[in-house]
């Protein structure tokens, strides 16, 4: 359980800061102006050529593949409510990098998203302790 937390913190560090640095290159584009051809084709060649939203969707793309390996090691029921985790690393990156005010209602909701957190990975925890180990094939196949 130790590497798999391992793993996902830093996967979630890496998706906070994709997403703020995803957040400074669409405000660097600027706002859409008209629904268009020619506006949408504007935002998609300026977004595809901002270092910010590059940056931004190259760690989007790293996160996913380490949310992939996680799925695949343990349950969706444990892993995907943990990512929720990412709420408080995406706001202190958000206070850090893009130095955005965060009120103190969204310090609260994220306290209770911390709560939440805490409640799923006990339950992981209590689950470990209840579950009985499988049979052993050697006794088994012995009787």
Known sequence: MTKILFILIIA????????????????????VQSISVREIGRIIAKGATNRSI?????LEAMFFGALLYLLSQRDVSLIWPLTSLGFVITAISAKMILKEEISGWRWAGVALIVCGAAL????????AKTTEPPPNPVATAAK
């Open 12 to 31: 979630l560090v890496v998706e906070a800061v994709g997403v703020v640095f995803l957040s400074k290159g669409l405000k660097q584009i600027g706002e």
């Open 54 to 58: 590059l940056f931004g969707v190259a």
């Open 120 to 127: 799923v990975s006990y339950s992981e925890k209590a689950k």
